[in-house]
Structure formats: C-alpha cells, structure tokens
C-alpha cells in the first residue's frame, strides 16, 4: 500500500521514525501556530477593543493572512523537510519565521495606532 503523498514517499529510504516524528510535530506546531492566528483575528473582532474599526479590522486581516501563511508552511515545510530526510539531504531551513514575525509585529501596531486614533 502506497504511502500519501507520494511526492514525498515515492524518493529515497526510509529515515529513523524518530526524525519523521519530529517533523510531524513541527508540522503540527505549524497547524497550531495558525489557528491561534485565525482565533486572535476573530477575537479582534468579538471583543470590544478601544480601537477604531478601520485599524481593528486590518489587523485582523493581517493575522488571517499570516494564519494561512503558517498553515501553509506546514504542509511545504513537513514535505521538504521529509524529503530530505529520505534523501539525505541537508534540511530546509525555515522559510517563513521571519514573515510571521513581522505580520505579528504589523498587527499589534495597527491595534495600538486604532486605539489612539
């Protein structure tokens, strides 16, 4: 029985259990990573911040987009990573911590500037 994805299955052998474990707790670290992204946009919106809804609004627009983001870091970056195990290749490295962080960053300052302005 064939192994999904086979993109990812169909190359190289098999690396120790405990590597592929690994990257599938990063992976699913990543999935968290973006849901707390998605419930702090809907919280911006549930609660009633002190911030104008403009302002209000584009961060939360900010952290939807970053939680696709991340979601979608998880499957690329799961893949990669499980690839080059297979392969013996040296491991990705991270592709979008940077990115996230100033998305975050963009966020909390148009909370701040909606809540002064």
Known sequence: ?????????????EPDPRFSLANERTFLAWLRTALAMFAGAFALEALALPASAEWRLASAAVLIALGVLAA???????????????????LPGLAVGGIIILGLLVAVVLVIIGTFA
């Open 1 to 13: 029985m064939a192994r999904f994805p086979r993109s990812v299955f169909g190359h190289g052998d």
């Open 72 to 90: 979608v870091q998880a499957w690329f970056g799961w893949a990669h990573t499980e690839r080059a195990m297979r392969r013996g290749q040296p």
